[in-house]
């Protein structure tokens, strides 16, 4: 092999190897800014974990009843069984759906229940659970069900909808 030919194949190899010293030398930096995904800007799964969890649920028929001040209902016991998992006290909200849904955005509850169809309109102003059971509405259509969390707490809502994966039949 002439110089020049050495020289040319010396060259063709020298930007692979830059690479991969640069890639070697960013690797680490890089590795030091990967945050812990998903996340929950004001931390709702920290302060739920740490021992309270705040529900507003709405009177709906099966899924949440109110009887004699005593809530009763599927979604009472899941809310329940969900709280437990994360050790963690239920201090419950008994209002509308628009209230509630207020109080959500405004931090001051954590979960809200009710029967809720994932086609709600509050979709738009609050986070949402993917739906983990169904209901036959009075025309007998089938309504998906949802619960809902405060916008943007994507770590607490991937741990009730791992909760709700592991526990409910799927839709």
Partial sequence: MTRKERDKVARAKSPTLQRLLLGMAVLPLLSGCVAQFPVDP????????????????????????????????????????????????????????????????????DLVAGGISSKTPWSEKVGMTRPYTTQIDADGQESKIVMLVPPGENAFLFEVERFLDRTQEKP
Avoid at 60 to 70: I, K, L, P, Q, T
Avoid at 79 to 104: H, M, N
């Fill in 42 to 109: 004001e931390g709702t799964l920290q302060e739920v974990r740490s021992g309270t969890i705040s529900v507003g649920v709405t009177p709906n028929a099966n899924f949440v009843e109110v009887a004699d001040e005593e809530l009763q209902g599927s979604e009472i016991q899941v809310i329940k069984d969900f709280a437990e998992s994360l050790d963690a006290e239920v201090e419950w909200t008994v209002a509308g759906e628009e209230q509630l849904v207020a109080a959500l955005e405004d931090g001051d509850l």
